[in-house]
Structure formats: structure tokens, C-alpha cells
């Protein structure tokens, strides 16, 4: 079982609809990355945190310490969206990223 | 502000040949990660540095691998001799610490 397991694998949505992507993981971690990546493109860090809540624009993560869980919520979401959204955490004291096999999202008009 | 800088974008090659990527952080960060990337599948880390000390090579094929970070600020990497195997893409990382993530463009890398 890897360590960091995200939902869905595939994800496919109408323009406007609201999105979630879920992120669970199986270690202590000290802090979370979500990232984007473009067919073709570089990795874009949308949001790092290890408590809480941020938001940025459409974009909202969320996670719970306790839990072991953290999602990402696409308000709105628009073609442009499409992409695949990575779930990342540092594990232990050393600066050790451990990724999910991330989530492509196709959104359509 | 300029981003990581990575070179070549694309690289096609005969196996067996070598080839050096090179990568130029963010001005500050002293934390570079070198990265390969299958298609469909997560970014794997092969060497992480900390300033110009390689403190996290344990995935590194260092058979054929190898990378520098001279003066701790751009980075090489290189593969020598390469194999079919090789082909993916190698992304180029900076961070102050274990701050927010940023990312080069990549440099795809085609064994033939």
C-alpha cells in the first residue's frame, strides 16, 4: 500500500460543477503539498499547509491532521482546470517528499 | 522573479550515449531536488540537496547517474551510458528548507 493514496484516479466534470479531490496518508508528516501539472508542463505548487485551511481563488485545500486526510475543492471549476492535481507530504524531519499517484481531472464544456 | 530554470526542454538520444541536464534554482533556495517522472505516474525523487551536500541519494542508479551542485547553486545531472529505460522526464526542484515547492519545466528526456 503506498503511503500517500488519492481518490479518484480519474475524475471527469461539466464546466461549473464543484470538484473534490481526496488525499490520504498512512505517515506522520509535517506538511502537505498540492500541485498541478499540465500535459506537457511543468509541476505548479498550488498550496503547502499542515493545518487547516487555505484558499486561493477557486482553488480550497483542506486537511486534518487527526484524520490522516486533506482534499482539494475546485469551485466553479473550468476547462482550464484540467490537469492532474498531486497530493505530496514531507514525511519525518528530513526534507523527504513522498508523492501520490495523483489525480487527472478532465473538466469539459 | 525568475523560476528553476531548467535546460534542454527535450533531448532525444541512442543508447548507450550520455547526457547532462542542468539546472538553475531560485536565487536563495538552498534546498535542489532532481526528480524523474514516468509517464502516468508520480515524480520520484533521485537526489535531494541541502546548500552543495547531496544529503538524500539513496534512489539514485549510481551506476550510470551521477550529480553535482557546485557552490550550491546550479546542479547537473547526468546519465552515462544511457538506456531505453531512461527515457522520462527529469524536473528540477528548489525550496528554502522545507518551504513551498517550486518546479522547472522538466527536460524530456527520449532513449532510442
Known amino acids: 500500500k503506498n503511503e500517500v493514496e488519492q481518490s479518484p484516479q480519474n475524475l471527469t466534470a461539466q464546466e461549473g460543477e464543484f470538484i473534490t479531490i481526496n488525499c490520504s496518508y498512512s505517515?506522520?508528516?509535517?506538511?502537505l503539498h498540492w500541485l498541478q501539472q499540465h500535459p506537457g508542463g511543468g509541476i505548479v505548487s498550488l498550496f503547502m499547509?499542515?493545518?487547516g485551511k487555505k484558499k486561493h481563488g477557486r482553488l480550497i485545500a483542506t486537511i486534518n491532521i487527526q484524520e490522516k486526510h486533506s482534499s482539494l475543492h475546485i469551485t466553479a471549476s473550468h476547462p482550464r482546470d484540467s490537469a492532474v492535481y498531486i497530493c505530496?507530504?514531507?514525511?519525518?524531519?528530513?526534507?523527504?517528499?513522498?508523492f501520490g499517484t495523483g489525480t487527472r481531472l478532465q473538466v469539459t464544456l | 522573479e525568475a523560476g528553476v530554470v531548467q535546460s534542454p526542454r527535450y533531448k532525444i538520444i541512442e543508447k548507450k550515449q550520455p547526457v547532462a541536464f542542468w539546472c538553475n534554482p531560485i536565487?536563495?533556495?538552498?534546498?535542489l531536488y532532481w526528480y524523474g517522472q514516468n509517464l502516468g505516474q508520480g515524480p520520484e525523487l533521485l537526489i535531494r540537496?541541502?546548500?552543495?551536500?547531496?544529503?538524500?541519494d539513496s534512489q539514485l542508479p549510481k551506476d550510470r547517474f551521477s550529480a553535482e551542485r557546485l557552490k550550491g547553486v546550479d546542479s547537473t545531472l547526468k546519465i552515462q551510458p544511457a538506456e531505453l529505460g531512461d527515457s522520462a522526464v527529469y524536473l528540477c526542484?528548489?525550496?528554502?528548507?522545507?518551504?513551498?515547492?517550486?518546479f522547472g519545466s522538466g527536460t524530456q528526456l527520449s532513449v532510442l
Open positions: 536565487s536563495g533556495h538552498n534546498t
Open positions: 505530496a507530504v514531507y514525511t519525518g524531519t528530513a526534507s523527504k517528499l513522498t
Open positions: 540537496y541541502e546548500n552543495e551536500e547531496a544529503v538524500d
Open positions: 499547509l499542515s493545518s
Open positions: 526542484a528548489s525550496s528554502i528548507s522545507r518551504g513551498k515547492l517550486f
Open positions: 505517515v506522520g508528516i509535517s506538511a
